[in-house]
Protein backbone atom coordinates (compact mmCIF):
# COMPACT_ATOMS: atom_id res chain seq x y z
CA UNK A 1 0.00 0.00 0.00
CA UNK A 2 1.50 3.52 -0.84
CA UNK A 3 2.13 5.75 2.00
CA UNK A 4 5.04 7.94 0.82
CA UNK A 5 4.89 9.92 -2.05
CA UNK A 6 7.24 12.28 -4.02
CA UNK A 7 6.52 15.30 -5.66
CA UNK A 8 8.74 16.81 -8.34
CA UNK A 9 8.35 20.21 -9.51
CA UNK A 10 5.00 21.64 -11.16
CA UNK A 11 2.98 24.47 -10.60
CA UNK A 12 0.57 25.91 -7.89
CA UNK A 13 -1.72 22.86 -8.74
CA UNK A 14 1.11 21.03 -7.42
CA UNK A 15 1.36 22.67 -4.40
CA UNK A 16 -2.36 22.65 -3.22
CA UNK A 17 -1.98 18.59 -4.34
CA UNK A 18 0.63 18.56 -1.80
CA UNK A 19 -1.31 20.05 0.96
CA UNK A 20 -4.44 18.01 0.03
CA UNK A 21 -2.61 14.33 0.08
CA UNK A 22 -0.98 15.54 3.46
CA UNK A 23 -4.31 15.96 5.25
CA UNK A 24 -5.16 12.69 3.46
CA UNK A 25 -1.98 11.39 5.79
CA UNK A 26 0.28 10.56 2.80
CA UNK A 27 4.00 11.11 3.96
CA UNK A 28 5.12 14.20 1.13
CA UNK A 29 8.68 14.64 -0.13
CA UNK A 30 8.81 17.81 -2.37
CA UNK A 31 11.56 18.99 -4.42
CA UNK A 32 11.59 22.00 -6.79
CA UNK A 33 8.17 23.40 -4.53
CA UNK A 34 10.60 25.00 -2.15
CA UNK A 35 9.66 29.20 -3.45
CA UNK A 36 6.10 28.19 -1.84
CA UNK A 37 5.24 29.12 1.54
CA UNK A 38 2.41 27.25 1.65
CA UNK A 39 4.37 23.60 1.76
CA UNK A 40 6.18 24.93 5.39
CA UNK A 41 5.38 24.11 8.77
CA UNK A 42 3.35 21.31 7.59
CA UNK A 43 3.89 18.24 9.42
CA UNK A 44 3.08 15.62 6.75
CA UNK A 45 5.24 17.46 4.22
CA UNK A 46 9.01 17.61 4.24
CA UNK A 47 10.86 19.90 1.86
CA UNK A 48 13.81 17.97 0.31
CA UNK A 49 17.00 19.38 -0.91
CA UNK A 50 17.95 17.03 -3.11
CA UNK A 51 15.66 15.17 -5.83
CA UNK A 52 17.39 11.84 -4.89
CA UNK A 53 16.56 12.79 -1.27
CA UNK A 54 12.74 13.27 -2.19
CA UNK A 55 12.82 10.01 -4.14
CA UNK A 56 15.02 7.71 -2.51
CA UNK A 57 12.14 6.10 -0.12
CA UNK A 58 9.27 6.68 -2.02
CA UNK A 59 6.42 4.25 -3.66
CA UNK A 60 4.96 6.70 -5.75
CA UNK A 61 6.47 10.20 -7.85
CA UNK A 62 4.34 12.75 -8.99
CA UNK A 63 5.45 15.05 -11.78
CA UNK A 64 4.83 18.46 -13.41
CA UNK A 65 1.34 18.80 -15.65
CA UNK A 66 2.85 19.60 -18.04
CA UNK A 67 5.72 17.35 -17.59
CA UNK A 68 8.37 19.24 -19.76
CA UNK A 69 7.90 22.76 -21.78
CA UNK A 70 11.39 22.06 -23.68
CA UNK A 71 11.59 18.34 -23.39
CA UNK A 72 15.38 19.26 -21.72
CA UNK A 73 14.13 20.04 -18.33
CA UNK A 74 11.09 19.39 -16.10
CA UNK A 75 8.68 22.47 -15.16
CA UNK A 76 9.52 23.56 -12.10
CA UNK A 77 7.81 27.36 -11.65
CA UNK A 78 8.03 27.17 -7.84
CA UNK A 79 12.24 26.56 -7.69
CA UNK A 80 15.35 28.33 -9.15
CA UNK A 81 16.56 24.24 -9.77
CA UNK A 82 16.78 23.11 -12.75
CA UNK A 83 16.20 19.28 -13.11
CA UNK A 84 17.36 18.00 -16.82
CA UNK A 85 15.20 14.87 -18.14
CA UNK A 86 18.12 12.76 -17.73
CA UNK A 87 18.42 13.78 -13.98
CA UNK A 88 15.08 13.07 -13.32
CA UNK A 89 15.05 9.58 -15.10
CA UNK A 90 18.45 8.63 -13.19
CA UNK A 91 16.83 9.12 -10.15
CA UNK A 92 13.29 7.85 -10.50
CA UNK A 93 14.20 4.03 -12.37
CA UNK A 94 12.39 1.18 -10.43
CA UNK A 95 9.39 3.90 -9.33
CA UNK A 96 5.75 4.67 -10.70
CA UNK A 97 5.89 7.97 -12.13
CA UNK A 98 2.34 10.07 -13.00
CA UNK A 99 2.66 13.28 -14.67
CA UNK A 100 0.58 14.88 -17.48
CA UNK A 101 1.16 16.63 -21.11
CA UNK A 102 3.92 14.00 -21.52
CA UNK A 103 5.46 14.42 -25.32
CA UNK A 104 5.66 11.33 -27.58
CA UNK A 105 9.56 11.40 -27.56
CA UNK A 106 9.80 11.94 -23.70
CA UNK A 107 7.58 8.50 -22.84
CA UNK A 108 9.81 6.11 -25.62
CA UNK A 109 13.21 7.76 -23.28
CA UNK A 110 11.06 6.59 -19.80
CA UNK A 111 10.44 3.22 -21.34
CA UNK A 112 13.78 2.59 -23.01
CA UNK A 113 14.96 2.99 -19.13
CA UNK A 114 12.33 0.63 -17.83
CA UNK A 115 10.10 3.46 -16.29
CA UNK A 116 6.59 3.27 -16.05
CA UNK A 117 5.19 6.55 -16.38
CA UNK A 118 1.57 7.52 -16.62
CA UNK A 119 0.05 10.33 -18.25
CA UNK A 120 -2.69 11.84 -16.06
CA UNK A 121 -4.14 14.20 -18.71
CA UNK A 122 -5.09 10.77 -20.74
CA UNK A 123 -7.53 9.80 -18.53
CA UNK A 124 -11.04 10.49 -19.81
CA UNK A 125 -12.21 11.69 -15.93
CA UNK A 126 -9.58 14.38 -15.52
CA UNK A 127 -9.97 15.83 -18.81
CA UNK A 128 -13.71 16.15 -18.54
CA UNK A 129 -13.58 18.05 -15.91
CA UNK A 130 -10.47 20.45 -16.43
CA UNK A 131 -12.99 21.64 -19.19
CA UNK A 132 -15.03 23.37 -16.69
CA UNK A 133 -12.11 25.20 -15.68
CA UNK A 134 -11.17 25.94 -19.23
CA UNK A 135 -14.44 27.06 -19.94
CA UNK A 136 -14.76 29.49 -17.08
CA UNK A 137 -11.38 30.95 -17.62
CA UNK A 138 -12.12 31.50 -21.50
CA UNK A 139 -14.99 33.58 -20.64
CA UNK A 140 -12.71 35.30 -17.48
CA UNK A 141 -10.23 36.16 -20.76
CA UNK A 142 -13.47 37.15 -23.23
CA UNK A 143 -14.94 39.48 -20.71
CA UNK A 144 -11.43 41.61 -19.38
CA UNK A 145 -10.52 41.66 -22.91
CA UNK A 146 -13.45 42.64 -24.93
CA UNK A 147 -15.66 46.38 -24.69
CA UNK A 148 -18.83 44.77 -25.41
CA UNK A 149 -20.72 42.58 -22.68
CA UNK A 150 -20.94 38.79 -23.55
CA UNK A 151 -24.52 38.85 -23.80
CA UNK A 152 -25.84 39.04 -27.04
CA UNK A 153 -21.90 38.96 -28.76
CA UNK A 154 -21.51 36.70 -31.48
CA UNK A 155 -19.30 34.08 -29.91
CA UNK A 156 -17.72 31.44 -32.41
CA UNK A 157 -16.48 27.74 -30.91
CA UNK A 158 -14.29 26.08 -33.27
CA UNK A 159 -14.22 22.45 -32.58
CA UNK A 160 -16.84 20.47 -31.10
CA UNK A 161 -15.23 17.91 -28.51
CA UNK A 162 -15.13 17.99 -24.92
CA UNK A 163 -13.86 21.55 -24.23
CA UNK A 164 -16.28 22.86 -27.27
CA UNK A 165 -19.01 21.19 -25.69
CA UNK A 166 -18.35 23.36 -22.51
CA UNK A 167 -16.85 25.85 -23.78
CA UNK A 168 -20.69 26.75 -25.60
CA UNK A 169 -22.70 26.30 -22.46
CA UNK A 170 -20.59 28.50 -20.09
CA UNK A 171 -21.05 30.98 -22.92
CA UNK A 172 -24.64 30.28 -23.73
CA UNK A 173 -25.38 30.50 -19.79
CA UNK A 174 -24.56 34.40 -20.16
CA UNK A 175 -27.19 34.75 -22.82
CA UNK A 176 -24.25 34.96 -25.88
CA UNK A 177 -25.47 33.79 -29.48
CA UNK A 178 -23.46 30.44 -30.08
CA UNK A 179 -22.22 29.24 -32.95
CA UNK A 180 -19.85 25.87 -33.31
CA UNK A 181 -18.01 24.75 -35.80
CA UNK A 182 -17.12 20.82 -36.44
CA UNK A 183 -16.84 18.21 -39.27
CA UNK A 184 -18.68 15.68 -38.27
CA UNK A 185 -22.75 14.68 -39.18
CA UNK A 186 -23.04 13.55 -36.05
CA UNK A 187 -21.57 16.76 -33.74
CA UNK A 188 -24.01 18.99 -36.36
CA UNK A 189 -26.93 16.79 -35.06
CA UNK A 190 -25.31 17.73 -31.20
CA UNK A 191 -24.79 21.34 -31.97
CA UNK A 192 -28.51 21.66 -33.24
CA UNK A 193 -29.95 19.69 -29.91
CA UNK A 194 -28.53 21.91 -27.71
CA UNK A 195 -29.63 24.64 -29.90
CA UNK A 196 -26.57 26.43 -30.75
CA UNK A 197 -26.09 27.70 -34.58
CA UNK A 198 -24.50 24.77 -36.69
CA UNK A 199 -21.07 26.10 -39.10
CA UNK A 200 -19.94 23.92 -41.60
CA UNK A 201 -16.11 23.77 -42.38
CA UNK A 202 -16.81 24.81 -46.09
CA UNK A 203 -18.88 27.46 -44.77
CA UNK A 204 -16.42 28.97 -42.35
CA UNK A 205 -14.69 31.72 -44.22
CA UNK A 206 -17.74 33.46 -45.32
CA UNK A 207 -19.42 33.73 -41.88
CA UNK A 208 -16.29 34.54 -40.09
CA UNK A 209 -17.23 38.43 -39.93
CA UNK A 210 -20.20 37.98 -38.32
CA UNK A 211 -18.35 36.90 -35.17
CA UNK A 212 -17.52 39.19 -31.90
CA UNK A 213 -15.24 36.31 -30.32
CA UNK A 214 -13.66 33.03 -31.83
CA UNK A 215 -12.25 30.30 -29.51
CA UNK A 216 -10.24 27.69 -31.23
CA UNK A 217 -10.36 24.07 -29.41
CA UNK A 218 -9.02 22.27 -32.12
CA UNK A 219 -5.05 21.47 -31.96
CA UNK A 220 -4.53 22.00 -35.67
CA UNK A 221 -3.89 25.18 -37.89
CA UNK A 222 -6.99 26.46 -38.66
CA UNK A 223 -7.30 30.12 -38.85
CA UNK A 224 -4.70 31.34 -41.40
CA UNK A 225 -3.92 34.13 -43.43
CA UNK A 226 -6.71 33.43 -45.72
CA UNK A 227 -9.12 33.05 -42.41
CA UNK A 228 -7.79 35.89 -40.93
CA UNK A 229 -8.74 38.39 -43.84
CA UNK A 230 -12.31 37.56 -43.55
CA UNK A 231 -12.26 38.38 -40.03
CA UNK A 232 -13.43 41.95 -38.26
CA UNK A 233 -10.59 43.62 -36.57
CA UNK A 234 -12.61 44.41 -33.43
CA UNK A 235 -13.13 40.62 -32.80
CA UNK A 236 -11.26 38.59 -30.17
CA UNK A 237 -9.74 35.21 -31.17
CA UNK A 238 -9.07 33.07 -27.98
CA UNK A 239 -6.82 29.78 -28.70
CA UNK A 240 -7.19 27.09 -25.64
CA UNK A 241 -5.79 24.73 -27.97
CA UNK A 242 -2.53 23.01 -27.29
CA UNK A 243 0.54 24.17 -28.79
CA UNK A 244 1.51 24.78 -31.02
CA UNK A 245 -2.48 25.91 -31.47
CA UNK A 246 -4.66 26.70 -34.15
CA UNK A 247 -4.00 30.09 -34.68
CA UNK A 248 -1.68 32.10 -36.89
CA UNK A 249 -0.87 34.35 -34.35
CA UNK A 250 1.61 36.31 -36.35
CA UNK A 251 -1.06 36.90 -38.96
CA UNK A 252 -3.55 38.09 -36.37
CA UNK A 253 -0.83 40.63 -35.27
CA UNK A 254 0.15 41.98 -38.63
CA UNK A 255 -3.80 42.32 -38.90
CA UNK A 256 -3.94 44.14 -35.64
CA UNK A 257 -6.43 41.37 -34.72
CA UNK A 258 -6.00 40.46 -31.03
CA UNK A 259 -5.22 37.56 -30.31
CA UNK A 260 -4.65 35.29 -26.98
CA UNK A 261 -3.29 31.86 -26.96
CA UNK A 262 -4.76 30.96 -23.38
CA UNK A 263 -2.68 27.32 -22.15
CA UNK A 264 -2.43 25.31 -18.96
CA UNK A 265 -6.46 27.22 -18.08
CA UNK A 266 -6.76 25.33 -15.32
CA UNK A 267 -3.80 25.36 -12.85
CA UNK A 268 -4.03 29.30 -13.49
CA UNK A 269 -7.40 30.46 -12.49
CA UNK A 270 -8.54 26.93 -10.59
CA UNK A 271 -5.58 25.38 -8.89
CA UNK A 272 -7.56 24.43 -5.60
CA UNK A 273 -10.33 23.00 -7.81
CA UNK A 274 -7.89 21.27 -10.19
CA UNK A 275 -5.47 19.57 -7.26
CA UNK A 276 -8.55 18.21 -6.45
CA UNK A 277 -9.67 16.55 -9.58
CA UNK A 278 -6.07 15.31 -9.82
CA UNK A 279 -6.15 13.88 -6.68
CA UNK A 280 -9.88 11.97 -7.33
CA UNK A 281 -8.05 10.89 -10.44
CA UNK A 282 -4.87 9.62 -8.85
CA UNK A 283 -6.74 7.41 -6.08
CA UNK A 284 -8.63 6.24 -9.66
CA UNK A 285 -5.39 5.37 -10.69
CA UNK A 286 -4.11 3.59 -7.56
CA UNK A 287 -7.50 1.97 -6.62
CA UNK A 288 -7.53 0.45 -10.09
CA UNK A 289 -4.01 -1.05 -10.13
CA UNK A 290 -4.60 -3.20 -6.63
Known amino acids: MIQNIAIIGGDLRMVKLAQILAKDKFNINTYALENSDELKNIEQIKICESIKQATENTELILGPIPLSTNSIEINTPFSEK ?7 IDNVKGKKIIAGSIKKE ?9 I ?34 IHGSNVLILGFGRVGKTVA ?27 YEVVKLEELNKQLNKFDIIINTIPTMIIEKEQIE ?14 PGGVNMKET ?35 EEK
Open 106 to 114: LKYLFEENN
Open 169 to 195: NVFKAMNANIYCEARKNKDFAWIKTYG
Open 230 to 243: CIRKDCLIIDLASK
Open 82 to 88: KITIKEF
Open 116 to 149: KIVNILEREELVVLNTIATAEGALQIAITETIKT
Open 253 to 287: EKAGIKSILALSIPGKIAPLTSAEFIKDTLYNILK
